[in-house]
């Protein structure tokens, strides 16, 4: 390391410490001290190396000359003690680190940040969120402040909340940074966790993360629509039968609007939340169709058509039995505006002695989100069971003992 390395990163651990007691709005009189020791490690050995002690010491000494900082030397040595930062000249501090490494002063930051939030109001719901979170942040002078980033994730989240177009993930990106690859590169993840903390929907184990964009239009891969059982589906002069396909057939999004009419030629329909579970059902008087999670976009208007073209079948869910498996329903109903009764959700399968080596714990998160559901019939009674043996169930194990979709 130079000695000019040695001198940005003595003021800069200097600064910390200073901000960390501002931010604790301490004051015991205690100067603000660094060892050589906590920027190099054998600064006090006796085989330490020479060349890089002596940068250090340069780098001290450049640093007393300039009237920022104080040094004690050990007793008959040149061997620093402690360096001290001179409080009275924090303002010099951030002037060296912005004329010398290009470091933006925090207090110069904060109104950069100030100014830059200003543009995005007024906010959506995702931006209002984040924004909090950000100026709660900036208030902690520990906090480093990003502009940079935290402006990209404001171009994101505002797109968000005002999109109302189906895209694909790369699409969005192109549209929001120029860059097909630069949304999954740098902050896909954080901002799928900004949605999640928004809606209060954090990622079930058995869910992927990105699953909450399809709430914005946003389609993560391409979309399909997975079916089985005896469908009849109808487009042009052409019609096709599912009841031979075992294993189910797959219906592209793009392809749902030339859908003509969709026929269930089983007594009912059942939607599905796991693969596994989906992939296991079978019954000749249920036809299934695979959610995934919570129903995107093209699987709500697929699913609309099917509740318009067979008013009265039956209408069932089967997924987990816990809380995101319970939104996830509450959510189907809401946007379908059919209300579709829980397939194997419910206290019997809690009870049930084949499933108890099964049972997972109940978390402190699970009962916090609990609370919007313990109001509504649907969920009352399996809600009440839940919280009060604090246990929940992955449908994976009621689907292998059942195995058919027989209507309960």
Not at 171 to 196: H, M, P, T
Not at 212 to 218: A, D, K, T
Not at 315 to 338: M, P, Q
């Amino acid at each position: 390391m130079s000695s000019k390395d040695y001198r940005r990163l003595i003021l800069e651990k200097l600064l910390k410490k200073y901000h960390n007691r501002v931010a604790r709005n301490t004051n015991t009189g205690r100067r603000i001290i660094l060892k050589p020791q906590e920027l190099f490690r054998n600064y006090a050995d006796n085989n330490a190396d020479i060349r890089e002690k002596q940068r250090l010491d340069e780098a001290a000494k450049g640093l007393l000359d300039l009237g920022v900082v104080t040094v004690d030397y050990l007793k008959f040595s040149s061997d620093i003690e402690k360096i001290y930062l001179c409080e009275e000249q924090v303002g010099k501090v951030y002037g060296i680190l912005k004329d010398a490494y290009h470091i933006v002063p925090q207090n110069v930051l904060s109104e950069k940040l100030r100014q830059l939030l200003q543009q995005y109001q007024p906010a959506g719901e995702l931006l209002q969120h984040y924004i909090a979170g950000i100026q709660a942040q900036a208030k902690d002078p520990r906090q480093q402040i990003d502009l940079q980033h935290i402006q990209a994730n404001l171009q994101m989240l505002d797109f968000l909340d005002k999109n109302q177009e189906d895209l694909y993930v790369r699409e969005l990106s192109v549209l929001v940074y120029g860059d097909s690859k630069w949304f999954e590169q740098n902050n896909y993840e954080e901002i799928c966790n900004i949605a999640r903390e928004t809606l209060h929907m954090p990622k079930e184990e058995t869910q992927r993360g990105d699953e909450i964009l399809v709430r914005y239009h946003v389609i993560p891969a391409q979309q399909e629509i997975l079916i089985k059982g005896d469908w009849k589906i109808t487009w042009g002069n052409h019609a096709l039968e599912t009841a031979e396909f075992k294993g189910g057939i797959a219906i592209s999004s793009r392809d749902i609007a030339d859908i003509q009419k969709i026929t269930i030629q089983a007594q009912s329909l059942m939607t599905i939340e796991n693969k596994t579970s989906y992939q296991r059902m079978r019954d000749e008087g249920v036809a299934m169709m695979y959610l995934g999670g919570f129903a995107s976009r093209p699987q709500i208007e697929f699913l609309k058509k099917v509740i318009r073209d067979n008013p009265h079948k039956g209408y069932y869910h089967f997924g987990d039995i816990d809380v995101g498996g319970f939104l996830i329903h509450r959510h189907l109903c809401s946007a379908t505006e059919r209300d579709f009764a829980l397939y194997c959700m419910g206290t019997r399968q809690l009870a049930d002695a084949r499933f108890q080596k099964c049972l997972k714990p109940f978390t402190d998160n699970d009962l916090i989100r609990l609370e919007g559901l313990e109001g509504e019939d649907n969920y009352r009674e399996i809600v009440s069971y839940m919280k009060e043996r604090r246990v929940k169930l992955e449908q994976e194990i009621v689907s292998y003992f059942d195995r058919k979709g027989r209507e309960p």
